[in-house]
């Protein structure tokens, strides 16, 4: 590595015993070790600190849209009033429009997820997230059951896991998600909620 | 055990040959810390692509997002401010050590044969450094970035066969989406890339062909490892504490108020790093010159200067050169940095001198006002962001340009300013970016006597207490901050304050404060809201109007709600309230107003034709929102007071400003449509503009 170092003379470079000398500097050879580790992990760490922020991050709504509300958690939602749903009708499929954080840019009233709705008796309604436990695919309907266009999961229109006449499996590993919800003077007011695909306990996501 | 990994792993790999080779160079001489910028470059690099490489995760190029993203980072991310602050700041670090590695190479005469190709692969990652940092600089594409960056690529064109350049690198004519993802490819693709393969070329070659010292009996050889590593290492440490301390300091890398294409932006200055050059085309004689061709020969002479070296005495013409060429840029550097703090201190003699002196300052006060009123609209920004967030048309689009506390001093300035002032009492307008008014200069430099422009009221607080007060003050309303230079210092009013509210008993002077107050409080200003309430609830409101009408004879030629004519003087129905300031910008000319006896005033809407008109509806509102103050403190407007006009009202007021007046005199219909403006406050507060382009829109339609 220095035998064409031109005018530079290396003439005389340390022999081999200049790595064997007993005047290995041990406190320099540590302190180089650790002034290395610091400067390396240094910038890292500035951005993996950055880096986990999703995890710790809980959306504020801009004070302009709390106005009136309580800052309660579990958020009711109006998705339709009762009457543009037929009793005993096919589950209809609605957006659900609240409030959209993404990133730095914020919302009022967007569409951000969709249910199926299917009133049932007078004042009783199903309310089903509209992703299927599977995977995590949009599931649809046609009147009879649920079906999702991905790993053929089906349920019945009460959202519990369909048996093909096939015998086909069935890989979804719980029944369609239900949704919290109340009808107040009128109107269908649903608690909109994702969950964790995939696993048999139903988790919402944080 | 380590033993035998160690075997295994070097048995497949050989990676001790390579270790050995890394850590047991010879260097000649031993270990020296002017060694250690090399090091500290490479340092400085890979921190760059770490922290970069994390930044690209949460920064979006595009007009509508990259300010946003960066203000994400900024301000919300968890310790993204650090991060950004890191990358910014380690960047400049880089700047400061290209030079000094490169005097330590031409001093150490380490660029001559055999090294000449190194040498010119170190000035290619000199360049490749300097245009990371002029693509960086755009991307966050603040006011500050976008116009710098601008002033770059507008360059650009002036070699032949520029214009195509810069089309490409700009990715069209205009700046914008295609502007950022183009120079974001660069920045954190194609140069990085590049840098690293010239980087290992680099590296390899100066391993080949080892370190230019010679070896002494005085100085024995070392190896690299571990005296001169310890000596990198620590320099890096060193390195890194500098940034992370100027980091902490000024809260991470300074954002600017989001890119305006259509706004001059006073303080457009480059990175520091660059004012060399910058300041060099204030003292070219042309663009091309200044920006092209000097630079161009400077890099020219960098490169030849191992070829110099061979001729005699070449290595010390190089040298003077090198040292001549830095302190060159520093000088310019150092001139530009005074030119931007210039002060008017220190008055030279009559004559050019003086008139130079007061050139400098005039722009030193620009650019200084620039940055205050940049800084005040980042700070307005915030608070806009944290009150309704950022909508998906970005802050520009959403937020800057439908606030009254942005927009208003804007419009103000562009048509008021040349005859209104607007100054608190300490006479401080410059916190909203109000160019306060200049003396005009003779050629000695002096300033020209009795040539008082413009003396139009002081708008400051309109229709407040305090201004009230002062106009009904026979001491201030021959002044410049009221009547000032207008017709009406000689008027009625001035000669009937002068006359009739001078010498005033105890039990007068009381019954003008209650007229004060009445007359305030027709302008429903929010600031003044508790006080207007508690006047009301004190009978104070209702004492001023008779007061006004019985004691005063105000409305012997003012109108007031129902009492009085129009014609003679401006109504005081509403005096100062959205409504009438937006109608009497319209048209002060308007019966309504001062008839025929407007001075001057021009009527900014007064047209049925929108295109006619010097102010569009949208304008004229965040005018009057602004001089108002009704947005001042975000959500702070009670719900029951009247701050907005209507897109509707507007679009009638610009359409018809005659029938507009006839309702007017019917003080039922003002309070009508008082109400119907505090709907549209709550629901829509500050960014009502799309409806108000519809109304305009429909206006116009």
């Not at chain 1, 499929?93 to 969709?114: E, M």
């Not at chain 1, 007078?122 to 059951?145: I, K, L, M, W, Y």
């Not at chain 2, 205009?174 to 590049?194: D, K, N």
């Not at chain 2, 009150?387 to 606030?403: K, M, S, T, W």
Request: net charge negative; hydrophobic share 40%.
């Amino acid at each position: 590595m220095s035998d064409h170092s031109g005018n530079s003379g290396t003439s005389h470079s340390p022999t081999t015993s200049g790595s064997e000398t007993p005047r290995r500097n041990f406190v320099v050879e540590g302190a180089t070790v650790v002034i290395s580790l610091i400067v390396g992990v240094v910038p890292f760490a500035a951005g993996l600190l950055s880096f986990l922020d999703p995890l710790f991050r809980k959306n504020q709504t801009p004070s302009k849209h709390t106005k009136g509300e309580q800052g309660g958690k579990t958020e009711m939602v109006r998705i339709c009033s009762l009457e543009a749903l037929p009793p005993n009708g096919p589950p209809q499929r609605f957006p659900v429009i609240t409030d959209q954080f993404d990133a730095w840019n914020f919302t009022a009233q967007q569409p951000i997820g969709s249910v199926y709705l299917q009133r049932i008796s007078d004042s009783e309604v199903r309310v089903f997230n509209t992703t299927c436990p599977h995977a995590g695919c949009s599931v649809s309907c046609d009147g009879q059951a649920f079906h999702c266009p991905c790993h053929n999961s089906s349920f019945e229109l009460n959202g519990s896991k369909r048996v093909s006449e096939s015998g086909r499996e069935n890989p979804s590993p719980r029944a369609l998600d239900t949704l919290e919800h109340t009808i107040e003077s009128g109107d269908v007011l649903v608690h909109y909620q994702n969950f964790y695909p995939g696993r048999e306990e139903k988790k919402p996501k944080a | 055990m380590i033993k035998a990994f160690e075997q295994w792993l070097d048995d497949r790999t050989g990676y001790r040959k390579s270790v050995d080779e890394a850590l047991f160079e010879n260097i000649p001489g031993g270990s020296r810390w002017v060694y250690v910028t090399g090091s500290m470059l490479v340092f400085a690099f890979v921190t760059q692509a770490i922290t970069g490489i994390f930044l690209w995760m949460f920064y979006s190029a595009g007009s509508q997002n990259a300010w946003e993203s960066v203000y994400w980072i900024q301000n919300k991310m968890q310790g993204g401010w650090f991060l950004r602050g890191v990358h910014h700041y380690m960047a400049q670090g880089m700047v400061i050590l290209l030079p000094l590695h490169m005097v330590q190479v031409i001093f150490a005469k380490a660029y001559v044969k055999p090294r000449e190709i190194n040498y010119w692969l170190g000035l290619v990652l000199l360049q490749l450094t300097l245009a990371l940092g002029l693509t960086g600089y755009l991307l966050p594409w603040d006011q500050k970035g976008y116009w710098a960056t601008k002033v770059a690529t507008e360059l650009m064109s002036l070699p032949p066969g520029g214009e195509y350049i810069q089309k490409l690198v700009v990715g069209g004519g205009e700046y914008g989406h295609y502007t950022l993802t183009r120079f974001f490819a660069m920045h954190a693709g194609v140069l990085p890339i590049l840098l690293i393969g010239v980087l290992a070329l680099h590296v390899a070659m100066f391993r080949r062909h080892g370190i230019t010292a010679h070896s002494s009996s005085d100085r024995p050889d070392e190896y690299f490892w571990p005296k001169q590593v310890f000596k990198d290492a620590a320099a890096c440490l060193v390195l890194l504490i500098a940034v992370v301390i100027i980091v902490v300091r000024n809260h991470g890398a300074e954002l600017g108020p989001p890119a305006e294409p259509t706004e001059a932006y006073g303080a457009a200055r480059p990175e520091w790093y660059y004012l060399f050059l910058f300041q060099l085309l204030k003292h070219s004689p042309s663009e091309f010159i200044g920006a092209i061709v000097i630079p161009g020969v400077a890099m020219g002479f960098l490169f030849l200067m191992p070829l110099i070296a061979k001729i005699q005495y070449g290595h010390i013409v190089n040298v003077v050169t090198l040292v001549t060429l830095l302190i060159g840029a520093g000088y310019l550097t150092v001139e530009a940095l005074q030119h931007d703090s210039y002060t008017r201190d220190g008055e030279p003699e009559a004559g050019p001198a003086r008139i130079l002196h007061h050139e400098r300052a005039n722009a030193a006060e620009d650019f200084q006002r620039a940055k205050r009123t940049a800084d005040h609209e980042y700070e307005r920004i915030k608070e806009l962001i944290q009150f309704q967030g950022i909508p998906r048309e970005g802050a520009r689009a959403g937020l800057v340009y439908n606030d009254p506390e942005i927009q208003g001093p804007r419009i103000f300035t562009r048509n008021c300013a040349s005859c209104h002032s607007y100054q608190d009492a300490s006479g401080q307008s410059d916190i909203v970016g109000i160019p306060g008014r200049r003396a005009d200069r003779d050629e000695q430099g002096n300033v020209k006597a009795s040539e008082e422009a413009g003396g139009a009221p002081n708008l400051f607080g309109f229709g407040s207490r305090m201004w009230i007060s002062g106009l009904l003050d026979k001491d201030k309303i021959q002044d410049r901050e009221f009547f000032g230079d207008t017709i009406h210092k000689e008027g009625e009013m001035a000669s009937f304050v002068q006359d009739s509210l001078s010498e005033l008993d105890a039990e007068q002077k009381i019954k003008l404060e209650q007229v004060v107050k009445a007359l305030s409080a027709e302008a429903q200003l929010v600031s003044q809201h508790q006080l207007d309430t508690d006047a009301d609830a004190a009978g104070d409101l209702a004492a001023g109007r008779t007061a006004m009408s019985e004691e005063f004879g105000c409305l012997d030629c003012h109108k007031l709600h129902d009492e009085g004519e129009l014609g003679s003087a401006p109504d005081l129905t509403g005096y100062g309230s959205a409504e009438w300031l937006y109608q009497f910008i319209a048209n002060a000319g308007h019966e309504r107003f001062y008839g025929d006896n407007n001075d001057r005033m021009p009527a900014f809407a007064a047209s049925d034709d929108p295109s006619q008109n010097l102010l569009s509806p949208r304008e004229i509102t965040l005018l009057v929102r602004w001089l108002r103050g009704d947005d001042k403190d975000l959500g702070a407007a009670p719900q029951n007071v009247a701050t907005t006009i209507t897109p509707e009202e507007n679009a009638d007021a610009a359409e018809q400003p005659e029938a507009d007046s006839e309702t007017a005199t019917d003080s039922n219909t003002d309070s009508d449509s008082d109400t119907d403006s505090d709907a549209d406050a709550d629901t829509e507060g500050t960014d009502a503009t799309a409806e108000e382009e519809q109304g305009a829109a429909s206006t116009s339609s």
